[in-house]
């Protein structure tokens, strides 16, 4: 585990979300993307070593969408930064730890990405990410 890689926020309109992060805390946007698989367009706000995403449903069956409807806008999901993603999960699964992927899956900015079960972590959606290259 390296560092919290970022802070995913659930919002209900991604430009509207922009005039706060963006307008008005003066935050820079480094990249907004749309990752299809889970149906959503990110917003990439690099804050020091670590990163906010905020993240607008691009569909009403998205995760995020869910989560906005049952709770809210809010605080969606904190990644760690780790290396050796595979290794991670499979020690993980042997300890009891309920996994959403037990496989890597590919997430914005090209990350490998998996999420850990929230009733395994406190009630936190974890997700654990390894980027492209390694090292940073
Ligand atoms: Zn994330």
């Known amino acids: 585990m390296r560092k919290i890689d970022h802070i995913g926020i659930a919002v209900s309109n991604l430009e509207n ?3 706060f992060y963006r307008d008005i805390l003066g935050l820079e946007v480094k990249d907004i993307e749309e990752v299809p698989e889970q149906k959503i367009k990110a917003a990439i706000i690099p804050v020091g070593e670590s ?3 905020l993240l607008e449903a691009t569909s009403p069956d998205s995760p995020v ?9 809010g605080i969606h999901h ?8 595979e290794d991670i999960l499979k020690g993980l699964a042997a300890s009891g730890v309920r ?3 037990k496989e890597p899956r590919i997430g914005a900015g090209g990350n490998k990405i998996a999420f850990l079960h929230p009733k395994s972590t406190n009630g936190v959606l974890l997700e654990l990410c390894e980027p492209e290259q390694a090292g940073e």
Do not use: N, P, T
């Open 17 to 19: 979300a922009l005039k």
């Open 78 to 85: 904190i990644a760690l930064q780790v290396s050796g993603l």
């Open 65 to 73: 969408a869910k989560y906005i409807d049952s709770r809210g806008e």
């Open 51 to 53: 990163k906010i995403e």
């Open 99 to 101: 996994l959403i992927d």
